[in-house]
């Protein structure tokens, strides 16, 4: 290599980072911009009067991505009280939602009630299995996590947080020797 291809090697892979940090710094503003738009959209319709129980949700949703979860329990809640929910796998889904959105918030008790209503209404929803082990962790009710985990994999054997939490919490239970 001669001395003046050596800066401009430099030159090229300096140019490539920024081209490459560029593309992603304006995808980033494009889903920014997207979610910002729905955002307004939302928040226009549903304050000029009642909005259906998917709309409710949906904003729900974009709060709880912004971490608005006082907001996003609020929706969530309207969503459950709009009644328009086809299928109990729509309701099961928006307790879901609210469940995570409680457990974000170091709620655990309201959060384990949310996780329990959405597998009332759906008892082969892994992720709310996965959810409420994750939950039952949190509050140190370690057999109730181990148990919960378990019927994950029941359901979904392939589940690999399942299988991660549930030997995690295998290895807590384990005696001391």
Do not use: C
């Not at 494009?30 to 979610?35: A, D, F, Q, W």
């Not at 307790?95 to 209503?117: C, M, S, V």
């Amino acid at each position: 290599m001669n001395d003046q291809s050596l800066p401009i090697l430099y030159l090229s892979i300096l140019v490539v980072l920024l081209a490459a940090a560029g593309w992603f710094v304006f995808r980033q503003i494009l889903k920014t911009r997207r979610t910002e738009t729905a955002l307004s959209k939302l928040q226009a319709k549903l304050t000029q009067g009642k909005g259906s129980s998917k709309e409710h949700y949906e904003l729900g949703s974009i709060f709880l991505d912004k971490r608005l979860y006082s907001q996003a329990v609020a929706q969530f809640q309207k969503a459950l009280k709009a009644k328009d929910l086809e299928g109990a796998e729509n309701e099961a889904l928006v307790h879901n939602a609210l469940g995570f959105t409680y457990a974000a918030q170091e709620q655990f008790d309201l959060a384990i009630k949310q996780y329990r209503e959405a597998l009332d209404l759906l008892p082969d929803y892994p992720t709310a299995l996965n959810n409420l082990g994750f939950a039952y962790e949190k509050k140190q009710l370690i057999p109730q996590a181990l148990e919960t985990y378990e019927a994950a994999l029941k359901i979904d054997a392939k589940n690999a947080t399942a299988k991660r939490r549930a030997e995690s919490m295998r290895k807590r239970l384990a005696p001391a020797s």
